[in-house]
DNA sequence: GACGTGTGTAACCTTCACGGTTACATATTC
DNA sequence: GAATATGTAACCGTGAAGGTTACACACGTC
C-alpha cells in the first residue's frame, strides 16, 4: 500500500505551531521547517482549520496558531483531517460475480478493512500533539549539540 | 494515503484455493474470478509462494494449492506477504535541521508510524482465511439466489 | 522425445495520485 | 494605498500500480 506524506507534514505543523505558543507562523515559516513549497503547506492548513485545529489570519505580520492546547489534539483528528481516503483499497474492478467467492469478497473485505482501519485510528489517538511536543523538545536535553542556540531562533 | 489492491487480491485468490480444498487452481482461473489478467495473478502467486502460503505445480492439469489449512492463515500473514512497503510515509525531503522540530520530528513520527502499523497487523491477525471462507459460503444459506448451482460449479 | 499446458518474468504502456511550482485574486494590517 | 499573507486554480514531472504482450522454461502425457 502506497502512502502520501499529508499526515507527517500536518504533524509536522502543528508541532511547530506548539512550539510557538500562540504566536502566529506564516506558511512561508513552516515551509521552511518542512522543507517544502509555501503552497503544498497552505493546503494543509485549510485541511486543518476546516477540521477545527487551528485558526488562520490573513494580512501582514499573522499567520497560523493552534486552536487548542497540544494536550487536546489527538493524532487521530490529524489524520482524519488530511487523510480522507481510507489506508486500504478493495477491487478496482466488480470480481466476477458468477464465482461464489467474488460474488462475496467484496463484503468480507469492506468489514476487514474497516476493522483495520479503526485499529489504525484507535493507537493514533492514544498521542497527542503534546505528546509529540515532549519528544521532540527532548532533544534540548541531548549532549553533544552545537547548534542550539540557532536552532532556537530559527525553530 | 492511497493503496494497493494487492491485499485485496491476494485474500480474494487464498479464498478461491481455500473453497476448493486441494484441487489445484490456475492462475487463469483465478484471474477470471477476480476479473482481471492472470499475470497480476501470477505475480500475486509468487508473492504468497515465497511467503510458503500456498504450493505451485507446473505443467498440464495443475496450478496451486494453499500449502496450510485455511485456519492456520492469518490476514496479516497475508497483508506482509503482498505488502512489503509500510503503510505510512514520512518526509520526502529530510527536514530542516536548523529548525527544532524539524531536526527531531522525523524520529518521533517513525515511532508513530511504527505503532500505528503493529496496531493494524494485529487487528488483521485475528481473522483467518477459514473465517473469511466462512463469512464467504453464508452466500449459500442466503434466500432469493438463481444461480446457487451454476456459481458452484464456475467457482 | 514431442507436444500441450501452465508458470515465471521481463518489458512496456496507460492511468492516476501526489508533491511541487507558478500565478493571481482577496483580505488584512499599517 | 502599500506591504504582507492567505486561498486557490492551473499546470508540470514523477513514480507507483495494474494491465498487457511476449516468451523462455518446467512438467505431465502420449
Redesign the interface.
Request: aromatic share 4%; with cysteine; hydrophobic share 50%.
Given at each position: 500500500?502506497?502512502?502520501?506524506?499529508?499526515?507527517?507534514?500536518a504533524?509536522?505543523i502543528l508541532?511547530?505551531l506548539a512550539?510557538k505558543g500562540g504566536q502566529g507562523v506564516t506558511s512561508d515559516a513552516l515551509a521552511?521547517?518542512?522543507?517544502?513549497n509555501p503552497v503544498v503547506i497552505r493546503r494543509l492548513l485549510t485541511a486543518l482549520n476546516r477540521a477545527g485545529l487551528i485558526d488562520t489570519k490573513k494580512g501582514a505580520g499573522s499567520g497560523s496558531t493552534l486552536s487548542r492546547a497540544p494536550g487536546e489534539i489527538s493524532?487521530d483528528e490529524i489524520y482524519r483531517a488530511t487523510?480522507p481516503?481510507?489506508?486500504?483499497?478493495?477491487?478496482?474492478?466488480?470480481?466476477?460475480v458468477?464465482?461464489?467467492?467474488?460474488?462475496?469478497?467484496t463484503?468480507?473485505?469492506d468489514?476487514?478493512f474497516a476493522?483495520?482501519q479503526?485499529?489504525?485510528e484507535?493507537?493514533?489517538g492514544?498521542?497527542t500533539l503534546a505528546d509529540?511536543l515532549t519528544?521532540?523538545?527532548?532533544?534540548?536535553a541531548k549532549p553533544g549539540r552545537k547548534?542550539s542556540a540557532?536552532?532556537?531562533k530559527?525553530?
Open positions: 500500500m502506497a502512502a502520501s506524506c499529508r499526515f507527517a507534514f504533524v509536522h508541532a511547530v512550539s521552511g521547517s518542512v522543507n517544502t493524532l487523510e481516503a481510507p489506508a486500504f483499497a478493495a477491487h478496482p474492478h466488480k470480481p466476477n458468477r464465482c461464489l467467492v467474488g460474488r462475496n469478497i463484503a468480507v473485505l468489514s476487514v476493522s483495520a479503526v485499529a489504525l484507535d493507537e493514533l492514544r498521542r509529540v519528544t521532540v523538545t527532548d532533544d534540548l547548534t540557532r536552532a532556537r530559527s525553530a
